[in-house]
């Protein structure tokens, strides 16, 4: 079946960058988007942006252009999201999720969620 | 972009509907047809229920539904059941291959 494996919960300082990992199974890795989105506590969901697995293209929302980099490994069907100079509102839930068609987004698998806390 | 605009809250009691907007623009809700509606449990992660404004994936239960007018789309939940308790976020596509997301609805069966 499909799924989306993520790393685990990572604590970080002020300034500090966090790379989270997203590992697929189940499907062609190179035939779908990876999207990446984020949940503070208690908030709701914002996007980030994605990845294609098959060229490496990457879109960020604006928001996050010049701080987030999504990379990934085709050998090992994983993909990941590395965001830099981390601030205390940066703590949050942290999930990918794969999209077939960028322009009809419907995010149909999700990974668990990997917390990012931020704290001196 | 913006987020869409979703109510924060919404109530039923068992057995009867319950209807959550989720108002965009027309850059976004307004200007396609590619709005999606996800369920999610606290702790856990989000769950597609419609997408195409008013398509259901298998597995989801015909008591979902989804329409839209103009710059707002709509989830109604029929015949309302204690697990349907849970918050509610409506995305849709922004143009230039960019995604929006609602601030989300919390669901409370009564």
């Known amino acids: 079946q499909v799924q989306l494996v993520q790393s685990g919960a990572e604590v970080k300082k002020p300034g500090d960058s966090v790379k989270v990992s997203c590992k697929t199974s189940?499907?062609?890795?190179?035939?779908?988007?990876v999207q990446w989105v984020r949940q503070a506590p208690g908030q709701g969901l914002e996007w980030m942006g994605w990845i294609n697995p098959n060229s490496g293209d990457t879109r960020y929302a604006q928001k996050f252009q010049g701080w987030v980099t999504m990379t990934r490994d085709t050998s090992i069907s994983t993909v990941y999201m590395e965001l830099s100079r981390l601030k205390s509102d940066d703590t949050a839930v942290y999930y990918c999720a794969r999209v077939y068609m960028l322009t009809n987004p419907r995010f149909d698998s999700w990974g668990q969620g990997t917390l990012v806390s931020v704290s001196p | 972009q913006s987020a869409l605009t979703q109510p924060p809250s919404a109530s039923g009691s068992p057995g009867q509907s319950v209807t959550m907007s989720c108002t965009g623009t027309s850059s976004d809700v307004g200007g396609y047809n590619y709005v999606s509606w996800y369920q999610q449990y606290p702790g856990r992660a989000p769950q597609l229920m419609i997408y195409?404004?008013?398509k259901r994936p298998s597995g989801v239960p015909d008591r979902f539904s989804g329409s839209k007018s103009g710059n707002t789309a709509s989830l109604t939940v029929s015949g309302l059941q204690a697990e349907d308790e849970a918050d509610y976020y409506c995305?849709?596509?922004?143009?230039?291959?960019?995604?929006?997301f609602g601030g989300g609805t919390k669901l409370t069966v009564l």
């Open positions: 189940g499907y062609t890795f190179t035939g779908y988007y």
């Open positions: 995305s849709s596509y922004a143009g230039s291959n960019d995604v929006v």
């Open positions: 195409e404004v008013s």
